[in-house]
């Protein structure tokens, strides 16, 4: 039989408060998360995969920082392609790093050939996060961010070897043929990643591409 009402305010006995918040109410450490265990043999496709394209890797111990953030089969990256340094090494799944490595040879490259032809071939990808326990745009609640499971990499700047930085920021209405560059390889992220998040975005994606290669159901893909 069902008891009389519960005062207002009050929880059932079987509740704690961290089971009535909705999950954008709660903080990492109340989502009781865990890592995601990876395949040994789907990782060892991967690394063959990226020791293919003539990526410079390392395989690194598995990370485990708790609430869910951590890596299963982590590796440290410091080249994307070959003599493309990745500036500082990341930390990511090998996926992570295939979906970046592939970006990078059959849409960067490219794109940088054609409309900069000026400053030489891109030596260097300047990155500004790889893995880093934390939610989603460092909000103290909310769902964890693709950074804390070793899904994503933040993309600041392309190094030229004869000319200066080209900075990832608004490009929207630049006229100008690195703005046609960076619009096109936005553009062409969605290819690689299954999220391309950009300085046209929102406020928190000013500076720079954020790319992940999250799962979602029926293989939806988000890209701004």
Not at 60 to 68: H, K, L, Q, T, V
Not at 106 to 119: K, N
Not at 191 to 196: C, R, S, W
């Amino acid at each position: 039989m069902q008891g009389p009402p519960l005062p207002p305010g009050k929880l059932e006995s079987s509740q704690t408060p961290e089971e009535t918040k909705s999950p954008a109410e709660q903080t990492l450490e109340e989502q009781h998360l865990t890592i995601e265990p990876e395949s040994d043999a789907e990782h060892a496709e991967c690394t063959a995969a990226l020791k293919a394209l003539g990526v410079v890797f390392k395989d690194a111990p598995r990370i485990d920082d708790g609430n869910g953030c951590g890596i299963d089969k982590p590796i440290i990256v410091s080249e994307a392609l070959p003599g493309i340094k990745l500036k500082p090494e990341a930390t990511i799944r090998c996926p992570a790093a295939l979906a970046l490595a592939r970006w990078m040879r059959e849409s960067v490259i490219p794109a940088a050939t054609a409309a900069l032809p000026e400053q030489g071939r891109i030596n260097t990808v300047n990155q500004a996060t790889a893995y880093m326990c934390r939610l989603r745009n460092g909000a103290e609640t909310g769902k964890i961010s693709e950074h804390a499971r070793g899904n994503a990499i933040d993309i600041a700047s392309f190094h030229f070897e004869k000319g200066e930085d080209v900075a990832v920021r608004s490009r929207r209405e630049d006229a100008t043929l690195t703005g046609a560059f960076q619009r096109t390889v936005s553009a062409a992220g969605c290819l690689y990643f299954t999220t391309v998040l950009d300085p046209e975005s929102d406020s928190a994606h000013e500076t720079h591409f954020h790319l992940d290669v999250i799962k979602r159901k029926g293989g939806y893909r988000y890209c701004h």
